[in-house]
C-alpha cells in the first residue's frame, strides 16, 4: 500500500494546533496516529498547556502501553503501531519506504 502525502506549513499559528486539529480530524474518521516528532515529551507536555478545549486522548512511547491508544507520540518506532495516519512535525528525515505501510503521511513544518 502507498501512503497519500499531504504538507502542511505552519505559518500563522502554532505548531501544536496544527497537530491537534489534524489529529482531531483523523480520530473522527476513526484512525490511529502516530505522531512523529524530534520532542514527543514537549510535544505531549505542549497539548496538556493548551487546556481542555485543545486536549485529546494521546501516550508517549515508552512510557507505558500504547496498544489502545489512537493517537502516540514518539521519536522512532512509528512503523510497528498499526496506525493509519503518519504526522511527521518538523524537519525528520524519511525514506519513502518508511511511510508505505500508512493510509497517510502528513508533515506538519514551521516556517
Known amino acids: 500500500m502507498s501512503a497519500e502525502a499531504h504538507f502542511y506549513q505552519v505559518l500563522n499559528t502554532d505548531l501544536a494546533q ?3 486539529d489534524l489529529c482531531r ?3 473522527t474518521k476513526g484512525w490511529r496516529v502516530f505522531v512523529l516528532s ?19 486522548p494521546h ?38 519506504s518508511q511511510i508505505a505501510g500508512f493510509e497517510r503521511a502528513i508533515f506538519a513544518f514551521e516556517g
Open 18 to 20: 496544527l497537530i491537534i
Open 25 to 27: 480530524k483523523s480520530l
Open 59 to 96: 501516550a508517549v512511547l515508552g512510557q507505558g502501553d500504547v496498544v489502545d491508544d489512537t493517537v502516540i507520540l514518539g521519536q522512532s518506532d512509528f512503523a510497528s503501531h498499526n496506525c493509519d495516519i503518519l504526522l511527521v512535525c518538523g524537519a525528520i528525515d524519511l525514506d519513502p
Open 38 to 56: 524530534d520532542d514527543p515529551d514537549g510535544l505531549s507536555n505542549r497539548l496538556w498547556a493548551l487546556g481542555d478545549i485543545s486536549f485529546f
